[in-house]
């Protein structure tokens, strides 16, 4: 009996997995142009040619924000209190400027794609909830106001710091 073989394009995968890698490493490296990076993902994750590609699931949205989620938790997983105290020591300030720029930009790379219409808001407030179990404030601050007013439902956005 002949098994039945699932098509996945994993060529397809790996080339929205590489564009996104690009687009967020240039991102986060060059905040003064994340909104224009974020149109350009909004872009592409809107346009039907990436929408659905060889009759997968897989879409260029889901890769992006994949992606994104990944390095949005490792990322704010890092934290000072990892580092054995010698090493500490000798980084701390280049570390906390280097933490407080990347944060800053990465919040406003995924306001701007919540913004642009890339990320829904499930994606939004998954990324609130995820910063509130680790009590980032500060960052839930950086991103709380640009998102606020652009969620539909007034209660989720309650409901998210609850």
């Not at 010698?86 to 906390?96: T, V």
């Not at 990465?106 to 995820?130: D, M, P, R, V, Y």
């Amino acid at each position: 009996m002949a098994h039945t073989i699932i098509s996945i394009p994993l060529k397809t995968i790996y080339i929205f997995e590489n564009i996104v890698d690009i687009i967020y490493f240039r991102a986060l490296n060059r905040p003064d142009f994340t909104v224009l990076y974020a149109k350009l993902c909004a872009y592409m994750a809107n346009h039907v040619a990436f929408k659905k590609l060889h009759n997968s699931k897989i879409t260029f949205q889901k890769v992006l924000a994949q992606k994104i989620f990944d390095m949005f938790t490792s990322y704010y997983i890092r934290t000072p209190q990892n580092e054995t105290p010698s090493f500490f020591k000798n980084i701390l300030n280049s570390f906390h400027f280097q933490y407080y720029k990347r944060s800053l930009a990465h919040c406003k790379f995924i306001g701007e794609l919540f913004k642009q219409g890339a990320f829904t808001e499930k994606n939004i407030l998954s990324f609130i909830h995820e910063l509130m179990k680790i009590k980032l404030f500060e960052i839930i601050s950086t991103l709380s106001p640009q998102q606020r007013d652009d969620l539909e439902n007034e209660n989720e956005w309650q409901n998210a710091f609850m």
